[in-house]
């Protein structure tokens, strides 16, 4: 579609027209009163600027210039009254009383202008399409641009495509749809049958699609049918299109509207043409040129070059992409009862076995098979170009998608290899909140909503990814950038369940890179983003400084197994350092003999993981004099008791006074248990018969009451390896020498 050769031809005026654009815009913009509303001459400025065809800055400058004067207009309390007089003067200037002789062209520079102006102040576009012009003989009559553009545009000409982009533009509006439904639907239909302009067709495809989106109680499988005919029309256009034109964009956007329905997502997934075509429609950096030749060499990051990208034409690809690739949202019982509700009402059934039958194209295999088919098409490839658009939406879409291509992790390494990876990144970077003062809580508040699906695919990355794989060297420097964003998986009030469990393994990979990284994990404070109503923070009137590590032992008490499993093995692997080894040994530190208890008791949780991780932790900290004091000062049951609970990994049930009952699993004993129950008894054992000021008497009286070197002997008469075998034979020996 080639409408620029019907336009206004200004291209000696373009000089002129940007900088009595860019005068407007001051106006609206530096303004520290109210500006009045723009005359009839300065909309029509506009207009004639929004023309399909004129030059990219022209357009831009208008379409900001309209947007300034709209909020401009609803801050002064004048809403779009005085817009609207302005307006009814331009309608009166293009259509006159007289438009019989008229060319169907002079028409475009005012319907372009409705069509910027609907998503923006949907009821001056209304107006200025109901206007009433003249008083026609015939009473029955309707004098408005809408009667005149919908006739005049019965015979081909560059008005078409125009009308037909703006009544989509409507159709995404509630007065916008209404309007259309009354006058313009059997225009659309029409148009949409003209086999000679497919892209026209396509652009009506859209319009009609959004009118479908509301559903018609009794037309529910007329209007599915309709769906994918349109569906069909606009998949045509991104298919068949070499160049971005307007069928083009309105079909991503129509595309993108109806993707949210499973079958559509499908259809579209089916079509390998289709989905090449649209993954080709991506901005594509270039490598820079020079005057030496490239080095291929993977430790060289390449700097690219590309125009700016389309940011209208990126957030289209990345929903319909989004759409196609999610898996089916998890809901809670509550709103799984609202939405068997919903279909209910939509259906108008009060039979209510069907409604919530699972739909198959919906299934975790279905989206792992489109997820594929989309990699296949150079989807990952094609982050790299979408990622250079500026705009918080496209990067919140993206972070979206980067979750969705990375939920297998089959697709992990390949994801990374085409550089997946690095636009992650720089999704993240640019969605991370800031502390600078101009940005208000709100705006930090949307990003951190719109970093969480981009930070837990990274979170993803680093619980399966090597980081010499994943990250660029110096590994113990890169790796420290994935801290912050996880950080907020962590913390932030909105973040799941599951991406809490993932930032937990995540921080838990990162932490064993090197002991300094485990030290800034251990010491690292965080302010989250705190929201009216939230009930995690209670506010003080003062920002809320949170420490890393009381977060992760907050997870150790957490109702979820893997929770737990994930909070324990991140505190074992945080022992590593001395900044965590001081957390639970310092002697001066009041949480040191609660911390101690807790990790003891989760020696006897029923999941295994957790209590190897519980016990590592034990193991480690009983180096330490004082962890052993605060150990042997266990009152409710001895340490001696819980450490061969451990090792013998029995069950515990308490009898009606309360008395623990030790029940001996059928299950083989766990050698990593035991090995861990021995350095424990080992540390314990030195230090009761050390230099150590201690009731050597009553611990050894413990000692024997709890069994310990029965426990011992079995184990020695088991069939364990040398390396648990050595712990237990030196815990024999320190028994053999005190008992003498």
Not at 55 to 77: C, D, F, N, T, V
Not at 148 to 167: G, N, R, T, Y
Not at 294 to 313: C, F, G, K, N, Y
Not at 331 to 337: C, H, K, T, V
Request: charged letters at 25%; proline letters at 5%; glycine letters at 4%.
């Amino acid at each position: 579609m080639v409408i620029s050769d019907h336009s206004i031809d200004v291209t000696k005026m373009t000089t002129t027209r940007e900088v009595e654009l860019k005068a407007l815009l001051d106006r609206f913009t530096t303004s520290k009163t109210p500006a009045a509303a723009p005359s009839s001459q300065e909309i029509k400025l506009l207009a004639e600027s929004l023309v399909p065809g004129q030059p990219r800055a022209e357009h831009a400058l208008a379409y900001l210039s309209l947007s300034k004067i709209i909020s401009s207009q609803a801050q002064s309390g004048a809403s779009s009254k005085d817009l609207q007089v302005s307006g009814a003067d331009y309608v009166t200037a293009v259509f006159g009383s007289s438009t019989t002789d008229l060319d169907p062209v002079a028409f475009i520079p005012f319907t372009a202008l409705v069509a910027s102006l609907f998503p923006l102040d949907p009821q001056s576009a209304q107006m200025l399409l109901t206007h009433q012009i003249s008083v026609s003989t015939d009473k029955d009559a309707v004098d408005d641009p809408l009667a005149i553009l919908l006739e005049a545009a019965e015979l081909p000409s560059a008005l078409q495509p125009v009308l037909a982009d703006m009544l989509a533009q409507a159709a995404g509006t509630k007065v916008g749809r209404e309007l259309i439904r009354s006058r313009a639907e059997e225009w659309l239909r029409g148009a949409l049958e003209l086999k000679e302009d497919p892209e026209l067709a396509a652009v009506c495809a859209v319009a009609l699609s959004k009118l479908n989106e509301e559903v018609v109680p009794g037309q529910e499988g007329q209007q599915d049918t309709d769906i994918m005919e349109m569906c069909n029309k606009m998949m045509d256009a991104v298919r068949g299109s070499g160049v971005v034109s307007t069928a083009t964009r309105s079909s991503l956007e129509g595309l993108a509207v109806i993707s949210s329905r499973p079958v559509i997502r499908q259809r579209l997934a089916d079509d390998s043409a289709f989905l090449k075509s649209l993954v080709n429609l991506s901005p594509t950096p270039r490598q820079k040129g020079g005057s030496l030749p490239i080095t291929p060499r993977a430790s060289i990051d390449l700097d690219l070059e590309a125009e700016p990208a389309d940011t209208a034409l990126c957030y289209g690809i990345i929903t319909i992409l989004v759409n196609i690739t999610s898996l089916k949202a998890i809901l809670s019982a509550e709103d799984e009862q609202a939405a068997k509700l919903r279909a209910l009402a939509l259906s108008g059934k009060r039979d209510t076995s069907n409604v919530a039958q699972d739909d198959p194209l919906e299934s975790d295999e279905a989206v792992r098979e489109r997820v594929t088919r989309v990699i296949k098409a150079g989807g990952i490839k094609a982050l790299t170009g979408l990622v250079r658009a500026d705009s918080q939406v496209v990067k919140a879409g993206l972070g979206k998608l980067c979750l969705n291509l990375v939920e297998d992790q089959g697709n992990r390494m390949e994801f990374i290899r085409d550089g997946g990876f690095k636009a992650l990144s720089t999704v993240i970077r640019d969605l991370l909140p800031t502390s600078d003062k101009a940005q208000t809580a709100v705006s930090n508040e949307a990003k951190v909503v719109a970093l969480l699906p981009a930070a837990q695919a990274l979170a993803k990355l680093v619980i399966t990814t090597p980081p010499h794989l994943l990250f660029p060297p110096p590994v113990s420097t890169t790796s420290l950038n994935a801290l912050i964003p996880l950080y907020h998986l962590l913390c932030d009030s909105s973040s799941s369940l599951l991406q809490r469990f993932e930032a937990l393994m995540a921080l838990t990979n990162i932490a064993t890179i090197e002991p300094s990284i485990a030290t800034r994990l251990v010491q690292a404070t965080f302010t989250p983003i705190e929201r009216e109503g939230d009930t995690m923070w209670r506010s003080t009137g003062r920002e809320v400084k949170l420490r890393i590590f009381h977060r992760i032992e907050e997870c150790l008490t957490n109702d979820n197994t893997l929770v737990r499993r994930a909070a324990t093995e991140l505190i074992c692997n945080l022992m590593t350092c001395e900044a965590g080894y001081l957390e639970y040994t310092a002697a001066t530190n009041a949480r040191t003999a609660s911390r101690i208890r807790l990790m003891l008791i989760l020696t006897g949780s029923e999941d295994l993981a957790t209590r190897l991780a519980a016990g590592g932790t034990i193991a480690t900290i009983t180096e330490s004099p004082e962890a052993c004091a605060t150990l042997l000062k266990e009152e409710d049951r001895s340490a001696w008791s819980r450490v061969i609970s451990y090792m013998e990994y029995q069950d515990e049930e308490e009898d009606e006074d309360g008395n623990v009952i030790p029940v001996i699993s059928s299950l083989p004993p766990d050698e990593a248990s035991i090995y861990r129950a021995a350095i424990i008894l080992y540390n314990l054992l030195a230090y009761v018969t050390g230099p150590e000021e201690v009731p050597k008497k009553e611990e050894m009286e413990a000692v024997k009451e709890a069994g310990v070197q029965d426990a011992l002997m079995r184990i020695l008469r088991s069939k364990v390896g040398p390396e648990t075998l050595e712990p237990v034979v030196e815990c024999l020996k320190l028994l053999k020498r005190e008992m003498k």
